[in-house]
């Protein structure tokens, strides 16, 4: 039984491109542990639960005894994630949900669903012959599905993939959009000149504070552009900002607020202003403006 489970262990871990010290690490033991079990040891039986969901399967799997077919589809992905090595996992998870896209739940319409739209016509369209309007081809080629469960949008090119999924809230999406004047301020400060070069060159860094004028000096900008649009920034949660007691006086230092959503904003931003003239695939089902609450649920009589 223990070489049947350590031939698993060691097939599964080599799977998911993982080292002994990595799945070690994953577990909460030593890597000389991970090698035990491999030639023969068996780990303790409270660790069984924690190296199975590690590497994504069963603990029956783990002995040889589990029936794919009877998995719960959670259980399915992940297994299936899991056994992608590290480095293509992110491209994999890609591929699925753009393919799935039209989906957008198992009750989409309600009377039937979208056709599925197949990998090589959404995901990776390749020689595509640029216009003078723009120097970036591949963006062009962009899909929405909409329906009245939600939104979802791509940019279906294999050197430049992005793919957002929407699901409708049940007050609606105007619920939670952000309040016009916040959107203002937000809009005001990025417009400020200096401002997209500063962010983009904090994104660059390691998150340390930084003085306004070791940005102007590291950007090349103007002291009194940076000056101008780092308070107005930290005031949409932009950055952060520390106030110091130096020698000479107080000043203030200026960091990321551990903002991840930049980059996505900037795609976003491409795709706003892209020409009419780019390809879009359209599958467009909904009946009701983009903003309208969805209709309220009649409750079903007993």
């Not at 899991?82 to 009750?107: D, T």
């Not at 309600?110 to 369209?125: A, D, E, H, L, R």
């Not at 080629?141 to 999924?165: C, K, M, N, S």
Request: proline share 8%.
């Amino acid at each position: 039984m223990n070489q049947s489970l350590s031939a698993t262990i060691t097939r599964l871990r080599k799977e998911r491109g993982l080292t002994q010290e990595q799945l070690g690490q994953l577990v909460g033991v030593s890597a000389q542990a991970v090698s035990k079990w491999e030639k023969g040891g068996a780990p303790d039986v409270e660790l069984l639960p924690v190296l199975a969901d590690r590497l994504g399967v069963s603990i029956d799997a783990l002995f040889g005894r589990a029936d794919p077919s009877t998995a719960d589809i959670t259980t399915q992905f992940q297994q299936w994630l899991m056994s992608m090595p590290i480095e293509q996992r992110f491209s994999a998870l890609f591929k699925l949900l753009a393919v799935s896209s039209p989906y957008l739940g198992s009750n989409l319409m309600g009377s039937g669903i979208i056709p599925s739209i197949s990998v090589q016509s959404t995901c990776y369209i390749d020689n595509v012959i640029p216009t003078p309007s723009t120097s970036l081809p591949t963006y062009w080629i962009r899909a929405y599905v909409t329906t009245e469960e939600g939104l979802a949008l791509g940019v279906l090119a294999q050197d430049f993939p992005l793919f957002l999924l929407l699901p409708e809230p049940v007050k609606g999406y105007q619920s939670n959009l952000p309040d016009p004047e916040r959107c203002r301020k937000l809009f005001a400060a990025l417009s400020l000149p200096s401002a997209l070069e500063i962010l983009l060159y904090l994104h660059g860094q390691e998150g340390s504070f930084y003085h306004p004028s070791a940005i102007a000096k590291h950007t090349k900008l103007p002291l009194d552009d940076v000056l101008a649009a780092l308070p107005k920034m930290a005031e949409c949660e932009l950055l952060k900002k520390k106030d110091l007691e130096l020698e000479d006086g107080p000043t203030q230092v200026y960091t990321l607020h551990n903002n991840f959503s930049l980059v996505p904003f900037l795609f976003l931003a491409r795709w706003v202003m892209q020409p009419e003239d780019a390809y879009v695939f359209a599958c467009d089902t909904r009946d009701r403006p983009i903003l309208t609450p969805p209709p309220e649920k009649k409750e079903s009589q007993s």
